[in-house]
């Protein structure tokens, strides 16, 4: 039976029914809390309805603070994951609690992190979101509608294709020599991402057990697309390998992602590069290994794209050099 009362400034339905937990709202109206009211009875009775009591107590900081430890350490990029997720944990959002939160809230967050951040940054911080709360949905009882979903996504930048010249290349390289306090893996970890076109995390997953300097070859078991790849390596790939410490952990380059962000970060400002990221590392090498291998199946297979149509996101020939070629 609901019992409706006036409490403080709003009317407060209250719904008791045997064998449910009791139900309580507050309404801005009388009305709102008896259609509020009536309709719960009427789910009660059809064995449709679903409490929302976990959603009124978990805010979304909760689910999140979830997610990183039971969720993320059994993901490809947990290291990564865990300082991405713990960062959104601060924002002010995170303190609503699943029940309240709103597709216009979500809105507000987008729309104030596009102030801050890339488009890119907020399109991935929403898909987190999404996949979070979805997650909870199916295994934890939180029983909301993804607010997320409804969300118009920014969007999506348009793909780079930015690649260093050769003049550029040797300011990089030189910029990463291990002089003074400089780190002594990122000149041979720039040089085999400008040789191999391999992503920085599989630079970073690299084990000296899997690379084959006879046979010039190394070993990927966890790639980003999840198969198997088999990397040729060049003569200067091979040389900068062989020219390395070995570190004690067996990983070639023991470097977390973020202490190579850094190191990048100043190797830039020392070669004087702009507007230049580790991951157009890639689209270099991709470009310059097109000229060595025109067959475009042998190119997907050394880079590790599936579709063709992915590859040419990431190959950009000279317009010059395709002109010479027609003759």
């Given at each position: 039976?609901?019992?409706?009362?006036?409490?403080?400034?709003?009317?407060?339905?209250?719904?008791?029914?045997?064998?449910?937990?009791?139900?309580s709202?507050?309404?801005?109206t009388h009305a709102?809390a008896?259609?509020?009211?009536?309709?719960?009875?009427?789910?009660?009775?059809?064995?449709?309805?679903?409490?929302?009591?976990?959603?009124?107590?978990?805010?979304?900081?909760?689910?999140?603070?979830r997610?990183?430890?039971?969720?993320?350490?059994?993901?490809?990029?947990?290291?990564?994951?865990?300082?991405?997720?713990?960062?959104?944990?601060?924002?002010?959002?995170?303190?609503?609690?699943?029940?309240?939160l709103?597709?216009?809230?979500v809105?507000?967050?987008?729309?104030?992190?596009?102030?801050?951040?890339?488009?890119?940054?907020?399109?991935?911080?929403?898909?987190?979101?999404?996949?979070?709360?979805?997650?909870?949905?199916?295994?934890?009882?939180i029983?909301?509608?993804?607010?997320?979903?409804?969300?118009r996504?920014?969007?999506?930048?348009?793909?780079?294709?930015?690649?260093?010249?050769?003049?550029?290349?040797?300011?990089?390289?030189?910029?990463?020599?291990?002089?003074g306090?400089?780190?002594?893996?990122?000149?041979p970890?720039?040089?085999?991402?400008?040789?191999?076109?391999?992503?920085?995390?599989?630079l970073?997953?690299?084990?000296?057990?899997?690379v084959?300097?006879?046979?010039?070859?190394?070993?990927?078991?966890?790639?980003?697309?999840?198969?198997?790849?088999?990397?040729?390596?060049?003569?200067?790939?091979?040389?900068?390998?062989?020219?390395?410490?070995r570190?004690?952990?067996?990983?070639?380059?023991?470097?977390?992602?973020?202490?190579?962000a850094?190191?990048?970060?100043?190797?830039?400002?020392?070669?004087?590069?702009?507007?230049?990221?580790?991951?157009?590392?890639?689209?270099?090498?991709?470009?310059a290994?097109?000229?060595?291998?025109?067959?475009?199946?042998?190119?997907?297979a050394v880079?590790?794209?599936?579709?063709?149509?992915?590859?040419?996101r990431?190959?950009?020939?000279?317009?010059?050099?395709?002109?010479?070629?027609?003759?």
């Amino acid at each position: 039976m609901a019992s409706i009362r006036f409490h403080g400034d709003r009317w407060q339905a209250r719904v008791r029914r045997k064998g449910f937990a009791v139900q309580s709202r507050s309404f801005l109206t009388h009305a709102d809390a008896q259609r509020w009211a009536r309709s719960l009875e009427i789910e009660m009775d059809r064995g449709t309805f679903v409490s929302a009591t976990e959603a009124n107590k978990t805010t979304l900081g909760d689910l999140i603070e979830r997610y990183r430890r039971e969720v993320t350490p059994t993901m490809k990029s947990a290291r990564d994951d865990l300082i991405r997720l713990a960062a959104i944990q601060r924002n002010s959002l995170c303190r609503t609690n699943m029940a309240s939160l709103t597709s216009g809230k979500v809105a507000k967050y987008r729309d104030e992190r596009l102030k801050c951040v890339s488009a890119g940054t907020v399109i991935r911080e929403l898909a987190y979101l999404s996949a979070i709360i979805n997650h909870a949905r199916r295994e934890w009882g939180i029983h909301v509608v993804n607010p997320v979903a409804l969300v118009r996504r920014p969007e999506s930048p348009k793909g780079r294709s930015r690649v260093l010249t050769p003049e550029e290349r040797e300011r990089l390289l030189e910029a990463l020599k291990p002089i003074g306090r400089r780190s002594v893996w990122m000149l041979p970890l720039v040089t085999l991402a400008l040789e191999t076109a391999m992503r920085r995390g599989e630079l970073l997953a690299l084990t000296w057990a899997n690379v084959d300097l006879r046979n010039r070859l190394a070993v990927l078991d966890d790639t980003k697309n999840g198969d198997r790849r088999l990397v040729p390596l060049s003569s200067q790939a091979v040389a900068a390998l062989n020219a390395m410490p070995r570190s004690l952990d067996g990983r070639v380059f023991p470097m977390s992602f973020f202490s190579v962000a850094a190191a990048f970060g100043r190797a830039l400002v020392r070669a004087d590069l702009e507007d230049l990221r580790f991951h157009d590392l890639r689209h270099t090498a991709i470009t310059a290994m097109a000229e060595k291998l025109p067959n475009l199946i042998e190119l997907a297979a050394v880079s590790g794209h599936k579709s063709l149509k992915m590859l040419q996101r990431y190959y950009h020939p000279s317009v010059q050099d395709l002109a010479r070629k027609l003759g």
